[in-house]
Structure formats: C-alpha cells, structure tokens
C-alpha cells in the first residue's frame, strides 16, 4: 500500500523505514503538516500516516477520501485533531497507537518537576555566566509532599510509582480508578478536592470534550498557593490565558508544559531566527517559574520504535482484514 506519511521529520524516517524493512509498504515521506494546503499531495495513497498537529477536519478528510484515501494511521494515542464523524461517513478506517512508552512521557514529567522545584534550569544559566549564588534557587523536600494525578491510566500510573517511590502521597482522579495506583496508596478523590489538596497537580488526561480547559481559572483559584502545575498530556487541557492570569497574579507557584494548545505553528519547528508571533506563549517564556518544551516528552528510542512498529501494524492489519489493529471509532467521543 502506498502511505503518505506527514509530518515528517529525520526521526521519523529513521523508525518508520525499519519497520517497513520488508518492503510491503510505500511509504512518501511530506515534510508539510497535513491541511488543506497540503492535501494534495496523499493523492493516490491508500493511507496516510498523520501525527498530533495535522489537521484532519471534515474538510480535509473530504478530499483525502476522494484522493483514494480509506486509510487514517496515526502515530499518537491522541485523535482529538480527527473529526471521527466525518472519517466514519467517509468509510475512513482509522487506526491509533494506543500506547508506546509511558515510562518515557513519565519520566520526562518528572524530569520538569525536579527542575522546577530545585531551580535547575536558573542554576544552569547562573553557572555558566559564573554566578554561583544560592538566593531565588531553594526547594521543598518532595517526601511527603501531596501529588495529584489527574488521569491514572497506564503514564498517569507510571508517573504515581515514581512519585510514590519518593514518599509523596498521592491523589487519583479518574472516572476509572486504576488498582495499581490503588495498591501504591492512591486516595481517589473528586477534582476540587485534589485542587485544593496537592502541592503538585500533573495531568495525564486525553483530551476530550469533557475535559477540555478543565484545567481554567475556577480550577486554578480552587488550587493550594504556590502549588506546582504539570502538563504533558495536551495542550488544550489547560486555558493557557487563564494560567498567564494566575502566574502574573503569583498564586501559581510554578509551571511546567511539555504542550501548549497552539502549539501546532511552533513545536517541532526551529523558529530560533525569527520573532515569535503568539504573544501569549511569549508572556509564558518570559516568567522565570516556567518550564517549557517542546513535546518532547515521548521522544525516546523505545517510544519512537514502538510508535513506528505499532503504525506499520496498523497499516498491514487493515490491507490483509480491511480494520487496523488499533481503530477508533466515534463511539470513543461519547
């Protein structure tokens, strides 16, 4: 089957062509993001091999459709930038990787936790500038500390051991306790009361209706004063004007993202030459609090083969049966 895969960068090509080591495949490597004014180019593809900023509205899933397209495999667990409706009327399949390397997106969480707690991202820029004082670098002990985890599956889980084997005490929220979390000493709780309870809140939730901006200006006011903040699910999980808010204001006591929900026109692009244009992301960098990069957290080996393995999965799964090995359909919107 001929696959247009976009989105593309070295990385990519490296995984994905060993995965595809047979030969069974055509795979078309587009550096373009997937929109309307790249669509043309996965005319004649059975498939397309799309990542989290494409764009696959009804618009664009249209004209795929009528390019020859029956075929959506994504390289993510996330479909939120799929209109599954319109896919669905098509008679699109399409086919996810529903999970690759938690320990990778939970490890890279802790990572910002650390740095943000013990001021290790200002201790570098200081050293090197040979400035060796202490003051605006102190930290808390984490033993002890309160951590909620919103979203407990399988990094939400991950996550919950690595702080468990620092000795916090953690809170869940889920609409699906996890009984692994459970048997860490996980207390489920309602999401005001993990607000208010948690000297760290770290998302690990899909982004849905549901839980869109769950994360907005009532959810940061109900948070404890100086609470830490951590995102390295998705971007629109969190009302990013609403977290300047309290930023400026100080009752946010730190911020780390490893997403931002306009992302899709900066991360994975070198910008380093020219001005940023989202002035609300500019405000971000500019509080020395926050912790930002660019959704890298799953950028692991093993995550980055697993991705690749799982999509080529997918794709053969779906010539030899007409379903990939992973589908979504628009049931999983209700």
């Known amino acids: 089957m001929r696959v247009a895969v976009f989105s593309t960068r070295p990385y990519d090509r490296q995984f994905l062509e060993p995965a595809n080591a047979a030969g069974r495949h055509e795979l078309v490597f587009h550096e373009a993001r997937l929109d309307e004014t ?3 180019a996965a005319n004649g593809a059975g498939a397309v091999c799309a990542f989290v900023n494409d764009r696959l509205d009804a618009g664009v899933l249209q004209r795929l459709h009528a390019g020859g397209v029956r075929l959506l495999a994504l390289r993510s667990a996330g479909f939120n930038h799929v209109d599954l409706a319109a896919a669905a009327a098509l008679g699109i399949a399409v086919g996810r990787v529903p ?6 997106v939970a490890e890279h969480t802790v990572a910002l936790l650390l740095a943000l707690n013990r001021r290790i991202h200002r201790a570098y820029n200081r050293v090197r500038e040979g400035n060796f004082a202490l003051e605006g670098l102190l930290g808390v002990d984490l033993h ?6 919103v979203g407990t ?3 939400g889980e991950c996550f919950a051991r690595i702080m468990a084997g620092f000795g916090c005490q953690l809170l869940g929220h889920d609409p699906l306790p996890n009984p692994a979390c459970l048997a860490l000493g996980m207390r489920y709780v309602e999401m ?7 000297d760290v809140i770290s998302l690990h939730c899909p ?3 549901q839980t869109r901006h769950l994360i907005d200006a009532d959810a940061l006011a109900r948070m404890r004063p100086g609470a830490m903040l951590l995102n390295t699910s998705r971007g629109a999980v969190v009302d990013t004007r609403a977290l300047v808010a309290a930023l400026k204001a100080g009752t946010l006591g730190s911020l780390g993202l490893d997403v931002y929900e306009e992302e899709a026109d900066l991360f994975f692009h070198d910008l380093s030459g020219e001005v940023l244009q989202d002035d609300v992301f500019a405000r971000l960098l500019t509080f020395p609090n926050v912790l930002i990069t660019g959704h890298q957290a799953f950028f692991t ?6 991705i690749a393995q799982t999509t080529l999965a997918n ?3 779906f010539e030899d049966h007409g379903q990939p090995l992973h589908p979504v359909s628009v049931e999983r919107l209700v």
């Open 301 to 306: 080996e093993e995550a980055l083969t697993a």
């Open 315 to 317: 794709i053969d799964a």
């Open 192 to 198: 005001p009361g993990l607000l208010a309870s948690s």
């Open 207 to 209: 982004l849905t209706p």
């Open 153 to 155: 599956g399988k990094i």
């Open 38 to 40: 790249s669509v043309a």
């Open 144 to 149: 002890g500390r309160s951590v909620g985890v």
């Open 99 to 104: 999970e690759y390397s938690p320990y990778a």
